[in-house]
Nanobody
Framework: QVQLVESGGGLVQAGGSLRLSCAAS????????MGWFRQAPGKEREFVAA????????YYGDSVKGRFTISRDNPKNTVYLQMNGLKPEDTARYYC????????????????????WGQGTQVTVSS
């Protein structure tokens, strides 16, 4: 049974930082590209970042480029999202995603290509 468990969300002031983690189990982690998405109330799920199986390739959504960094630790079966310079518009529930098919990200990871989702962790940024 595949499980993706996010952690690290919380309440932070604008300009602050948070580091999200996603621990994976039940799958061969190094065989999956990994990504982060977010969804605010009343809005569609939005792509945030993706990282290739080895970690050598990363792709970011325009709204987070230069502020967020995705990374992974394959021996620990964990993917991270370091979020700096947080803004109130970053407030959302953040979801971890596993993608079996993509070897390289030259564009955003699509929700249709996600094989597994985590349950999400809430990030709230106050102004």
């Amino acid at each position: 049974q595949v499980q993706l468990v996010e952690s690290g969300g919380g309440l932070v002031q604008a300009g602050g930082s948070l580091r999200l983690s996603c621990a994976a189990s039940g799958l061969t982690f190094s065989s999956y590209g990994m990504g982060w998405f977010r969804q605010a109330p009343g809005k569609e799920r939005e792509f945030v970042a993706a990282i290739s199986r080895s970690g050598g390739n990363r792709y970011y959504g325009d709204s987070v480029k230069g502020r967020f960094t995705i990374s992974r630790d394959n021996p620990k079966n964990t993917v991270y999202l370091q979020m700096n310079g947080l803004k109130p518009e970053d407030t959302a529930r953040y979801y971890c995603a596993a993608d079996r098919s993509s070897e390289y990200y030259a564009s955003r990871l699509r929700t249709a290509d996600v094989d597994y989702w985590g349950q999400g962790t809430q990030v709230t940024v106050s102004s």
